[in-house]
């Protein structure tokens, strides 16, 4: 499938990056199998936010923003609550625009969707 991702999409994805710090705190763009934390291949990740942003300027050339997203490591619902199970931090990516470490609409793969329930709670 040839789209944006939006939130609650389950997607994987053999091209997700991460900016990984050297042994001397320098940061460098790698695949996240490189990382030596996280495979990407067989997990799946949940969308959890998008956001048209990032565009600037310098030097007379403007930059449009682009479809920026951000996933967390998706481990099904905990079999007692139903809660969702996700990895605390997470990678971000765009789909669009002039970035480094872009992954296109086509270099990714759409599990499933989940909806996020809202909980309303009432105090006095």
Same mark, same amino acid.
Request: glycine share 10%; charged share 25%.
């Given at each position: +499938?040839?789209?944006?991702?939006?939130? !609650? &999409?389950?997607?994987?994805?053999?091209?997700?990056?991460?900016?990984?710090?050297?042994?001397?705190?320098?940061?460098?763009?790698?695949?996240?199998?490189?990382? !030596? @934390?996280?495979?990407?291949?067989?997990?799946?990740? $949940?969308?959890?936010?998008?956001?048209?942003?990032?565009?600037?300027?310098?030097?007379?050339?403007?930059?449009? &923003? !682009?479809?920026?997203? @951000?996933?967390? +490591?998706?481990?099904?619902?905990?079999? @007692?609550?139903? &809660?969702?199970?996700?990895d605390k931090g997470g990678l971000s990516f765009y789909q669009s625009g002039?970035?480094?470490? +872009?992954?296109?609409?086509?270099?990714?793969?759409?599990?499933?969707? $989940?909806?996020?329930?809202?909980?309303?709670?009432?105090?006095?």
């Open positions: +499938m040839n789209r944006l991702c939006k939130v !609650g &999409d389950v997607i994987r994805s053999h091209r997700f990056h991460v900016w990984h710090p050297d042994k001397n705190g320098f940061y460098s763009l790698c695949d996240v199998s490189q990382s !030596g @934390k996280l495979n990407p291949n067989g997990n799946d990740w $949940l969308v959890v936010e998008t956001a048209m942003t990032g565009g600037g300027g310098s030097h007379n050339d403007v930059y449009p &923003d !682009g479809h920026h997203v @951000k996933i967390r +490591m998706f481990h099904g619902f905990d079999s @007692k609550t139903g &809660d969702i199970k996700l002039c970035f480094n470490g +872009m992954i296109y609409p086509n270099d990714i793969e759409f599990v499933s969707e $989940l909806k996020k329930e809202v909980k309303e709670t009432w105090s006095k």
